[in-house]
């Protein structure tokens, strides 16, 4: 069987049901999904262990901060591939920033491990289930998760640019 | 073959008293004289003005003219640490292990703008100048700096260490700054 978007979504919703495989749409020829917390990690197990997809490599995952959707700040997107049918698939799942816990990939796809802690790192997203849940690119003592929007990106330690051609 | 031998440069003696046989000066200016011109560097290049220091160290330049011939890439032999490019926050830690394992007297010199203040990094990942965490001597401003500037940064320090007192690295002053910075 050739995989198209048409015939793996139909597949995926077949399996798993219209509320919690959502909002598919194509931004750039490879199918994006929404779904949940409570599905994603069977959802991507049935991806890896079906005869027909074989959905078995993690091209990457990482977290997005969309500070003004109520509700729905935070985002894990993973992006999957068919090595066999040389076929993609991104799905995202949407939390509140209020309750920033994912469950962990790393028992499916080992390679997620460094991943996770970069996305823990870099958002503060808890994923249980992670043996090692550590900081991994910034410094240990860092006591916040700066790519959430909330935090600058500018040094605060710096004293020397107070003044206004420096935006301060 | 006879005129082969005319190159070589000497540096002229210190002031002092000569006479016939002997010649008296003070041991502080013959040991600053010797290591002046003796002065080893140790090359901390994380980025793109290390390519700037191996054009410095290559023939063209030539750093090994101002005595520094040998780059020492063990901290315990060296006497500068010349720290070249963007020192992240996770490599601070790093850099003030190196200063520590160098022996008195050291000199620092902050090759380029990110090493001086952070430069155009001004982000929560980048140490905003080498200076937060090691006592700098010399900082050479550029981005990247040309090889002159930096061989004018050697011999800013070649400066410091010919006229530095002996007793300078005993002196209170010196144990405070070093306290400042939390090195022992």
Known sequence: MELTNENVLGKIISKFGEDNIRDPYSPDGIMTITTNRESIIDLIKYLYEDEELQIRFLTTLCGVHYPDQKDRELCVMYQLHSLRHNYRLRIKVFFPSAEPIMPTLTNIYASSNWMERETFDFYGIIFTGHPNLTRILNIDEMEYHPMLKQYPLEDLTREDKIDTFFGR | ?184
């Open chain 2, 1 to 184: 073959m006879s005129d082969s031998n005319n190159d070589i440069k000497l540096v002229d003696a210190p002031d002092g008293v000569s006479g016939a046989g002997f010649f008296a000066t003070s041991f502080e200016k013959v040991i600053g004289l010797a290591r002046k011109h003796s002065l080893w560097p140790l090359p901390f290049a994380t980025s793109c003005c290390g390519i700037e220091f191996m054009a410095t160290m290559g023939s063209n330049y030539d750093i090994s003219r101002f005595g520094s011939e040998r780059p020492s890439f063990s901290p315990r032999q060296a006497d500068i640490l010349m720290v070249m490019g963007t020192i992240a926050k996770k490599m601070g830690p790093v850099v003030k292990q190196v200063y520590e394992q160098m022996s008195e007297p050291r000199w620092v010199i902050a090759v380029g703008a990110c090493a001086s203040s952070g430069g155009i990094f001004d982000t929560y990942s980048v140490l905003q100048g080498i200076d937060r965490v090691v006592p700098v001597d010399v900082y050479v401003p550029g981005c990247p700096p040309r090889p002159e500037q930096i061989l004018d940064g050697l011999m800013r320090v070649q400066d410091l260490a010919a006229n530095e007192s002996l007793r300078r690295r005993n002196s209170p002053e010196y144990q405070a700054l070093l306290a400042s910075y939390n090195i022992k």
